[in-house]
């Protein structure tokens, strides 16, 4: 049998684009009428043994693909594990996997961990770890900032970019109990310790990144107040929620998300806020921060928060 071009093209759609040349040989095709295909389709050669499929860029996903293909035992882990499952943190700088047995890949980071078989999950027909065990890998990983953002983006509610879908959300993606038993049913990985400890210090309330960021920096500096309080506006019974409240000062502190409020909607709704706070009678007054004070100026925030709250 000789391979043909439509089957080839349908395996890529099926594997993020990618096609092996093993698999491309199994189904028919001469390596000598395969290279000459590939050249002449505009199929990009994406590591030793796979294709890209034309008009597409050997992006995180593909390069995913690519490497699972080749190596079926390694399953997706950590960072990558978290943006195929749609969880807020930066971009891996290489692919990351866990697998049981030693092994060395050329641009992978793998990770030489157990797994037992509840942990894995397909996702986009990857196979991946669970959201669970992947803030558990992150949490024992570190550091600690970067692990409880993933963390906290996966137990929250959180806006999604849906085109034509204005103001969707997405539900949590896991919960602290399942983080937790992921983290107890490996004890004597290294990092175990410490990820418990850290684990503590997430929050399912939490907004966005910045606040997440905000909290961490004002634990670390020893201030401790309440997160997604709930506040009613007298005159209208409309119910509000401060990021952060210290109720015994009467001093909210609001963080700006990572998304600019740049439409006149966005921006109404935001002064509706505002001054919805402003009328609670526990508050007394307000500290609005944006991303880049609690990222690039912590020390400040903290410095502003105090003299608040003297």
Request: proline share 6%; aromatic share 6%; with cysteine.
């Amino acid at each position: 049998m000789t391979g043909d071009t439509t089957s080839l093209r349908a395996l890529a759609d099926a594997q993020g684009g990618v096609v092996l040349t093993a698999q491309a040989l199994a189904g028919g095709w001469t390596r000598g009428r395969l290279g000459r295909f590939l050249a002449s389709d505009g199929w990009a050669r994406i590591r030793g043994g796979a294709w890209l499929a034309p008009g597409r860029e050997a992006g995180p996903g593909e390069l995913l693909w690519a490497h699972q293909l080749l190596r079926p035992e390694f399953v997706v882990s950590h960072w990558s594990a978290a943006a195929l499952h749609g969880v807020e943190g930066g971009p891996p700088a290489r692919p990351e996997f866990v697998c049981a047995a030693r092994a060395a890949v050329k641009g992978v980071r793998l990770h030489r961990l157990p797994l037992e078989p509840g942990e894995v999950t397909a996702v986009g027909g990857l196979r991946a770890t669970t959201v669970a065990r992947t803030m558990a890998d992150l949490l024992r990983a570190g550091p600690r900032d970067e692990a409880l953002l993933a963390v906290d983006s996966a137990l929250a509610w959180r806006h999604v970019a849906a085109p034509g879908a204005r103001g969707a959300r997405r539900p949590p993606l896991t919960t602290l109990d399942a983080i937790g038993r992921a983290l107890t049913s490996a004890p004597a990985l290294r990092g175990a310790r410490g990820a418990a400890w850290w684990l503590a210090l997430a929050d399912p309330r939490a907004g966005s990144p910045a606040e997440t960021l905000a909290r961490l920096r004002m634990h670390d500096a020893g201030l401790h107040p309440e997160t997604q309080a709930v506040l009613v506006v007298p005159a209208t019974g409309r119910r509000v929620y401060p990021d952060f409240l210290f109720r015994r000062q009467g001093l909210v502190v609001e963080t700006e998300g990572y998304a600019w409020h740049g439409s006149r909607a966005q921006h109404q709704r935001d002064v509706i806020r505002f001054n919805a706070l402003a009328a609670c009678p526990e508050v007394r007054r307000i500290l609005r921060f944006t991303t880049a004070d609690v990222r690039d100026r912590p020390a400040l925030m903290i410095r502003d928060i105090r003299a608040a709250l003297a």
